[in-house]
């Protein structure tokens, strides 16, 4: 029989290994460090991103707080906040034909000149896609309306709309002769169509360019099956390629719309708001009521209802884009 003394079992306790050196022994219990360098962690995120936060509520907060304040206070420009009443300028706004016009015709005219952008840029996107060949310096002479200011382009299709020497008059002169002149920018029906015209020629270069970058971004092997399975032509990019850019295309038109509801310096550059109020759009009767008439009341009203006005067309726009993006 043997006298050799078995040794007791080892526990998990009598096998821990002790913490390196430096190391604090780590208990069931959450130390004080952990929690210390959590908090440090959050103040110095909050220390990073403070000045964006700063940034957005001087140039966001506070002219929406001013604008708000302004349609509810009688404001003159050069001594607003004169007091408080209530919603008499919303009553006034809203009963003002001119303002319901303008409000009609700027939705008109954003939805008009949006469409017609996507649908000329989607078309010349691909067009670039399936001809690459033709290199970096027709893409580049495409997108150069896209960088010229807003000003040039009211000047340069006043000039084309002239009707003494202007490229229209001249057209018409030449193939039509004894026909007279027509000045496109003095009919009450055609002046918004000429303004509309500049606007899709001066920002159809940025549907362009963001539909090509999305057609550049396509998986080729998916296209590469399609082809070895039978589809080419139109079918290919019914099926294959329009789905996989619809988001972005979607994306571009909601883009593209928003800028149209801002349009401001070709008008006041090409009509100045007329022939009588056939091209008054919003932004730039906001423009005539504080700065010509004074009335900040009445513009900060109108603004917040062109506010309103684009929120209620853009969000369904906005719930398409996020359901192709998702898909």
């Given at each position: 029989m043997s006298t050799e003394t078995l040794a007791p079992a080892a526990t998990p306790e009598s096998t821990t290994t002790p913490p390196p050196p430096g190391q604090p022994h780590e208990?069931?219990?959450?130390?004080r460090r952990p929690r210390a360098r959590r908090l440090s962690e959050r103040f110095h995120h909050?220390?990073?991103?403070?000045?964006?936060?700063?940034?957005?509520?001087?140039?966001?907060?506070?002219?929406?707080?001013?604008?708000?304040?302004?349609?509810?206070?009688?404001?003159?420009?050069?001594?607003?906040?004169?007091?408080?009443?209530?919603?008499?300028?919303?009553e006034t706004a809203l009963g003002s034909t001119a303002v319901q016009n303008s409000l009609v015709l700027g939705t008109g005219y954003a939805f008009g000149v949006a469409i017609a952008s996507t649908l000329l840029g989607t078309?010349?996107?691909?067009?670039?896609?399936?001809?690459?060949?033709?290199?970096?310096?027709v893409r580049t002479v495409l997108l150069l309306p896209m960088i010229v200011p807003p000003v040039v382009v009211g000047i340069l299709f006043s000039f084309i709309f002239s009707p003494s020497g202007g490229l229209l008059d001249t057209l018409i002169r030449r193939f039509t002769p004894g026909s007279g002149t027509y000045a496109v920018l003095s009919d009450t029906t055609w002046a918004i169509f000429g303004v509309g015209l500049a606007d899709v020629w001066e920002w159809t270069p940025l549907v362009v360019?963001?539909?090509?970058?999305a057609l550049l971004g396509q998986d080729p092997e998916i296209t590469e099956a399609a082809q070895?399975?039978?589809?080419?032509?139109?079918?290919?990019?019914?099926?294959?390629?329009?789905?996989?850019?619809?988001?972005?295309i979607i994306a571009a038109f909601l883009i593209r719309l928003i800028l149209a509801f801002k349009v401001f310096d070709l008008v006041y550059v090409m009509t100045s708001g007329g022939p009588g109020s056939s091209t008054q759009v919003p932004a730039?009767?906001?423009w005539r009521s504080a700065l010509q008439n004074f009335d900040v009341g009445i513009a900060a009203t109108i603004t917040l209802l062109l506010a309103v006005?684009?929120?209620?067309?853009?969000?369904?726009v906005f719930m398409i884009t996020k359901r192709l993006r998702d898909d």
């Open positions: 208990t069931g219990q959450p130390g909050r220390l990073f991103i403070s000045p964006s936060v700063l940034v957005l509520l001087v140039l966001a907060a506070y002219p929406l707080v001013f604008i708000a304040s302004a349609a509810f206070t009688r404001s003159s420009l050069g001594n607003p906040f004169q007091e408080f009443v209530g919603t008499d300028n919303f078309v010349t996107a691909v067009a670039l896609w399936r001809s690459l060949r033709a290199g970096a310096f360019l963001l539909v090509f970058t070895l399975d039978g589809a080419s032509g139109f079918q290919l990019f019914r099926h294959i390629t329009l789905p996989a850019v619809a988001g972005t730039y009767l906001i006005v684009v929120t209620v067309v853009t969000i369904p």
